[in-house]
Each structure stands twice: as C-alpha cells, then as structure tokens.
C-alpha cells in the first residue's frame, strides 16, 4: 500500500498569512493527488485534484503543485473560513489519505 | 445539484454486518462518468477509503478490509450500498458516500455522513 505523510500536523496561522503544507507519498504517484478541507462536524470538502486542477467553486487562493512523491497546497492569504484540517489523497493506487494537518488561529 | 445521503443503523453488535445506503438526488449513478464509494473517519481521527462501485457492477475494494466489505449498487432506486461484515469496536466511524469522477479518482461530492458505533 501507498502510504502518506503530512507535515505539519498542526500549523497555527494568522489571517492574511501565505500557508503552506506538504505531503508526501511513499512511491511515485505521478500527479494522482487530492485535497481537501474539512471542518468539525461536517464532510471534507474537494479543493484540488490531479495536484494542481482547482475543483469548481473553490477560491483561487488555494493551489497545489507538486509531482511524483513530494506536493504542496499552498493558500496565498488565509481567510477566517479557512481555519481547518487538510488532508491529502493519493490515488494512483486505489486510495489512501493523508493523515490530515489543522491549521489553527495564531 | 447533486445530493447524496447515507442511511442505516446508528448502532451495530459486535461480530454482526454494518449495512448502509447512499440516495443519490440530482444525478444519475448510471451516469458512466462516475464511480460511487464510501469513505469512513473514525471520531477524532482521518480519513479511509473503503470500496468504490461503478453502475454495471464494477468494485474495488481497499486492500486492507476487501475481506469484509461488499459495495453494491441499485440503479432503479438511484442508490448504492455498503455492507461490511464481522464488525469491532474499531469500526465505529463516520461513514461517508461520496462521487468519484472516474475509476480511482478523487470524490468530488461527498454526503453529510453518519455516525455507526459498534457496541453491544
């Protein structure tokens, strides 16, 4: 199995703040890489796909780069609504996520 | 717009079949663009891929529980179904369904989810 690593595990941020988090894949996984936000109580919610593609909808300060074992989400100016926990996805081979980062008020 | 719902029981013995169903409103599951899967995160903890289905059949299971988990879909309800067998504590989780645009892909819509608990 594919496993992931995110890092940090927990990142405190203040409003405005260019935020970034890492996650790694244990082999290649080309660019077969998600994210998602998620908030207590509620399902994750899709942000980027294929490592870079911006799902539709989601603001255009949240990016993705990234290729073969090593990808980042970066957001340019963290806004109030995003305060949360992100969790990575591969799927190159079935499906494993990430073990989530929470990114929390500073 | 796409809505997607899970329903079953809230609680399940130990040794027994969790056994949910995911409605689909506002789109088809015969749509051949998708595959339908579930996703389960047990309290406090991150995320674990189960089973995915496509609407003629096709399923792939995570390596680690195909074992114990059966998917299935029901395309003259529009629904698609989870049923994993011989449950422990460890199971106890927040059970999500969720649209998946392709074979392995992403989930592009996710259900609200449903907490199942495994006690006696």
């Known amino acids: 199995d594919i496993q992931m690593t995110q890092s940090p595990s927990t990142l405190s941020a203040s409003v405005g703040d260019r935020v970034t988090v890492t996650c790694r894949a244990s082999?290649?996984?080309?660019?077969?890489l998600a994210w998602y936000q998620q908030k207590p109580g509620k399902a994750p919610k899709a942000l980027i796909y294929?490592?870079?593609s911006l799902e539709s909808g989601v603001p255009s300060r949240f990016s993705g780069s990234g290729s073969g074992t090593e990808f980042t989400l970066t957001i340019t100016s963290l806004q109030p609504d995003d305060f949360a926990t992100y969790y990575c996805?591969?799927?190159?081979?079935?499906?494993?996520f990430g073990p989530g980062t929470k990114v929390e008020i500073k | 717009q796409l809505q997607l719902q899970e329903s079953g029981p809230g609680l399940v013995k130990p040794s027994e079949t969790l056994s949910l169903t995911c409605t689909v409103s506002?789109?088809?599951?015969?749509?051949?663009?998708?595959?339908w899967g579930w996703v389960r995160q047990p309290p406090g903890k991150g995320l674990e891929w189960l089973g995915s289905?496509?609407?003629?059949?096709?399923?792939y299971y995570s390596q680690s529980l195909k074992s114990r988990v059966t998917v299935s879909g029901d395309t003259s309800k529009n629904q698609f179904s989870l049923k994993l067998s011989y449950v422990t504590a460890a199971d106890t989780a927040v059970y999500y369904c969720?649209?998946?645009?392709?074979?392995?892909?992403?989930?592009?819509?996710w259900g609200p989810g449903t907490l199942v608990t495994v006690s006696s």
């Open positions: 289905v496509y609407y003629n059949g096709i399923t």
């Open positions: 294929k490592a870079s």
């Open positions: 506002g789109g088809s599951i015969t749509s051949g663009r998708y595959y």
């Open positions: 082999e290649n996984i080309n660019v077969w």
């Open positions: 969720a649209r998946c645009p392709g074979f392995g892909g992403h989930f592009d819509n």
């Open positions: 996805q591969q799927y190159n081979s079935y499906s494993t």
